[in-house]
């Protein structure tokens, strides 16, 4: 009984401290409301097991264009505080701006809002750590795995919101 | 004793607060590259961007041929060779202040001159119902550097190093299409960083515009 606790409390530690992907899911019109919690590892391990070719198209970047966003990154992260990119029109408004150690995207429209926040540091990591290796979706669960706690994207509809954090 | 630790303490913090204000106010005085585009026609549109010029330097590392590769091919498209451009430098930045080229039609002028440290280029476009304006004011020094290259190349990079020292509109063009307050305006500009906190930066767009663009306006 004891080692059967003991088995327990061990995978709990281990599924607490793994990177978590939470998606939430609310439809009012369907009267849905979806959440569903992850592992980013366990969906990678399932993503190596099934293997879809998909996750092994390659991505359009070339590693010299990839290096160069990791150095660009580098420089954001020594910059201050700052409102990098402001566009406003009749319709939308898109600001992009740099909010300690995240880049945050806001897209304001009369039917859509959406908010990215994206963590410099681990993204310049993982672009610094795989110079010359092409990129593609699978090599993403790295990335993911790396992402510190928080919000990275949330979008809200009349009567829909979509939210994907990780934790 | 006791004095003496109070004092070493004392000392500690004043350095650590300095040494913290100066880094925050390198932080402040670093050049930023700030282009401005306003349309006020249909689309009623504004862009601003603001990058620090260190990202201009580091995507010149990163991506050289790229870069000078397509300005170079751009000259050698209008015949223009980079070494009788050096040539013609090195006899017009000497002169002092004068008007170099003035070229003046029914529909355009164009006006290139120095006036003390800078080379201003101004071209008047009245061709058909959107006249427009170019208003471009480059450094000697810039110039300067963007000519020390060899060969077929400019030196962009020399000529980004000196751009920093600078504060101030670059390129300002407006193109009216009425001469009522329609029309489109891009300027581009070196200047600080525009600070922005994260409490007004939440705030509605307009007044966040006003909130984190204290230095831009």
Known sequence: ?167 | MLNRSKAALAAAVLALTLSNSAAALQAQESPWIHVEVIDSGDKAEKVNVNVPLALAQVALDALPEDITGKITSKFQEKGIKLADLRKLWAELKNSGDAEFVKVESEEETVRVSRAGQLIQVRVEDRKGDAPEQVRVDIPVDVVDALLSGEGEELNLRAAIQQLSGRRGDIVNVTDAKSKVASGSTLAARTRGPIPCSSVSCLASASSARRACSPRSR
């Open chain 1, 1 to 167: 009984m004891l080692g059967f606790g003991i088995v327990c409390a061990a995978g709990l530690l281990a599924a607490l401290s793994m990177t978590w992907v939470i998606v939430n899911v609310v439809d009012e019109d369907e009267d849905l409301h979806l959440w569903i919690p992850a592992p980013v590892l366990l969906a990678q391990v399932v993503a190596g097991i099934a293997d879809p070719p998909e996750i092994h198209e390659k991505l359009p970047f070339e590693p010299k264009h990839l290096r160069a966003a990791a150095a660009a990154i580098r420089e954001l992260e020594n910059a201050g505080d700052s409102e990098l990119v402001r566009v406003e029109s009749k319709d939308e408004t898109v600001v992009i701006r740099k909010s300690g150690a995240r880049i945050e995207v806001e897209v304001d429209n009369r039917n859509e809002r959406v908010r990215v926040h994206a963590p410099l540091r681990q993204v310049r990591e993982f672009l610094e750590n795989h110079p010359d290796e092409p990129l593609e979706p699978a090599s993403l669960f790295r990335l993911a795995r790396s992402l510190p706690s928080g919000p990275l994207v949330e979008v809200t509809e009349p009567g829909q919101y979509v939210s994907i954090r990780i934790w």
